[in-house]
Nanobody, 118 residues
Framework: QVQLVESGGDLVQPGGSLRLSCAAS????????IAWYRQAPGKQRELVAS???????YYTDSVKGRFTISRGNAENTIDLQMNSLKPEDTAVYYC????????????WGQGTQVTVAA
């Protein structure tokens, strides 16, 4: 059974940092893509960063140079290191994983709230 569990969301001041973690089961090597999305109030969910085939990264323009997606220190986790946070980064952040078993199956975590405010 596929499970994605996010953690690490918090309230942080502008300019601060947070590290989000997505614990995936079964092994993250099962997925060909794991990504972080976010959804701010009143806005559509957007792709923030992705890690494909455990090597290829993608970042949306607004987070380039500030966010880093990588395998986490804990086993079977994908982390999102967020630096120089801005109020516009405030959103619920979701972990997304795609699994190919003849067709693409997509899974979502429950989300973790990130609030950037003074």
């Amino acid at each position: 059974q596929v499970q994605l569990v996010e953690s690490g969301g918090d309230l942080v001041q502008p300019g601060g940092s947070l590290r989000l973690s997505c614990a995936a089961s079964p092994s993250i090597s099962s997925f060909f893509s794991i990504a972080w999305y976010r959804q701010a109030p009143g806005k559509q969910r957007e792709l923030v960063a992705s890690l494909t085939h455990q090597t290829t990264t993608y970042y949306t323009d607004s987070v380039k140079g500030r966010f880093t997606i990588s395998r986490g220190n804990a086993e079977n986790t994908i982390d999102l290191q967020m630096n120089s946070l801005k109020p516009e980064d405030t959103a619920v952040y979701y972990c997304n994983a795609q699994l190919f078993t003849g067709s693409v199956q997509e899974y979502w975590g429950q989300g973790t709230q990130v609030t950037v405010a003074a």
